[in-house]
């Protein structure tokens, strides 16, 4: 069975810093795909950015990129220069092997300070 | 590119009823899937098709929901009879298969139950 754990229900961040949303998993698979999306105030969810198991580069896209730490089971999102706009429930997800299917964790609100 | 379209965006019924919700994924996405999102479970799938055939439905809570895929173009989910606790928001994603590559959601239903 797969798990994902977002400890951090909620964060506050000042605009123009960088922030770090914490994601720790548990597979058995060897292969895997690490997923992050976003879910602003209206509901959508906007895929982020992905990182898989055999990647040797942290994925960046834009101003995010994925601390991913194998070794201690963790893909944490870094969010550079926080906007506004960043204010939004951030979820981690996980695919397990060959599989298609998502196991999503309890997301983290995150609320950008002007 | 149109994204994944779900129908109706808001749906009111009475207990005892039944509801369907409708999917259209995006052209060429050949892998679909049905989530639930409530507060107290956060994001849970429920059910996937790859190619029209349904692969894991596992997560469908009780014989009251089901769905369909009878082509590449549309899905079904029916609940019937409704209940106060089917009260949620509807996700409808799809992806392309083979390949690691992201699932992209719809904007959701929100199902209200009462």
């Known amino acids: 069975a797969q798990k994902i754990t977002q400890t951090q229900p909620g964060m506050f961040v000042q605009e123009k810093e960088a922030v770090t949303l914490d994601c720790t998993y548990d597979?058995?698979?060897?292969?895997?795909?690490l997923f992050w999306y976003k879910q602003p105030s209206s509901g959508e969810m906007i895929f982020l950015i992905y990182q898989g198991s055999y990647d040797e580069q942290n994925a960046t896209e834009g101003r995010y990129s994925l601390n991913f730490q194998k070794a201690r089971k963790s893909a944490n999102l870094v969010i550079s220069a926080s906007q506004l706009g960043d204010s939004a429930m951030y979820f981690c997800a996980m695919r397990g092997g060959a599989g298609n299917m998502l196991t999503f964790g309890g997301g983290t609100r995150l609320m950008v300070k002007p | 590119d149109a994204g994944v379209i779900q129908s109706p965006r808001h749906e009111v019924t009475e207990m005892g009823q039944e509801v369907t919700l409708r999917c259209k994924p995006i052209?060429?996405?050949?892998?679909l899937f049905w989530y639930r999102q409530t507060m107290m479970r956060g994001l849970e799938l429920l059910i996937y098709?790859?190619?029209?055939?349904?692969?894991?439905d596992s997560g469908m809570p009780e014989d009251r929901f089901s769905a369909k895929m009878p082509n590449a173009s549309f899905s079904t989910l029916k609940i019937q009879p409704s209940e106060p606790r089917d009260s949620a928001v509807y996700f409808c994603?799809?992806?392309?298969?083979?390949?690691?590559?992201?699932?992209?959601f719809g904007p959701g239903t929100r199902l209200t139950v009462l």
């Open positions: 994603a799809s992806k392309e298969l083979p390949g690691y590559n992201e699932q992209f």
């Open positions: 597979t058995s698979d060897q292969s895997y795909g």
């Open positions: 098709f790859n190619n029209n055939v349904p692969i894991d």
């Open positions: 052209s060429g996405h050949n892998s």
